[in-house]
């Protein structure tokens, strides 16, 4: 049950696009569609952002949209905006009713 | 709306007992698979506990087997995490999550395993 591979940190000015990468291994990322993305702000919950590798959830802005290739998936915010610094976090469905989270990674808008 | 509401928290010794509890609403309750995520301090989000939705099917993290265990009541739309022989590792802040397509994430509940 080893952790996802994320940037620690990524950062863009305001209108810019980031992307936040997500490396896993054929066990996980690339050997199932259940990637999911969650957006943290400081002592608040988690919030889904996208889910099965590139779904937005009802009144999620389409800023947010998720790919994935091979064993790495990605999270690409565009049109930055100051409330879209925060955490985040992927996560992967790894078989056998096992998940798997990414360490996080903590977005700054400049 | 769907709403997760955790509760059960609190400080405990090294080596003792807490059981978590999770109300759920606005959804049924049967019908979905649930979770236990939490977060250490200052740390990322790590997966604790899974159980399906009729409760015949459970699994936990290597970190947690052996001493918690995991449980619903879908009469009471309820889920439960029992904590035993806690260690100061699992301090942390506990999720709730309704799994099935888009993750909802209940608000949380501390643990603080300390002497």
């Known amino acids: 049950q080893s952790a996802l591979t994320q940037p620690p940190s990524a950062s863009g000015s305001p209108g810019q696009s980031v992307i936040i990468s997500c490396t896993g291994t054929?066990?996980?990322?690339?050997?199932?569609?259940?990637v999911s993305w969650y957006q943290q702000h400081p002592g608040k919950a988690p919030k889904t952002m996208i889910y099965e590798v590139s779904k937005r959830p009802s009144g999620v802005p389409d800023r947010f949209s998720g790919s994935k290739s091979g064993n790495t998936a990605s999270l690409t915010v565009s049109g930055l905006q100051a409330e879209d610094e925060a955490d985040y976090y992927c996560?992967?469905?790894?078989?056998?009713?096992?998940?798997?989270f990414g360490g996080g990674t903590k977005l700054t808008v400049l | 709306e769907v709403q997760l509401v955790e509760s059960g928290g609190g400080l405990v010794q090294p080596g003792g007992s807490l059981r978590l509890s999770c109300a759920a609403s606005g959804f049924t309750f049967s019908n979905y698979e649930m979770n236990w995520v939490r977060q250490a301090p200052g740390k990322g989000l790590e997966w604790v506990s899974y159980?399906?939705?009729?409760?015949?099917?459970?699994n936990y993290a290597d970190s947690a087997k052996g001493r918690l265990t995991i449980s619903r009541d879908n009469a009471k739309n309820s889920l439960f995490l029992q904590m035993n022989s806690l260690r100061t590792e699992d301090t942390a802040v506990y999720y709730c999550?309704?799994?099935?397509?888009?993750?909802?994430w209940g608000q949380g509940t501390t643990v603080t395993v300390s002497s």
């Open positions: 996560s992967s469905y790894a078989g056998s009713n096992n998940w798997v």
């Open positions: 159980i399906s939705s009729t409760g015949s099917t459970i």
């Open positions: 054929n066990s996980d990322v690339g050997g199932h569609n259940f």
């Open positions: 999550v309704k799994g099935g397509g888009v993750d909802v």
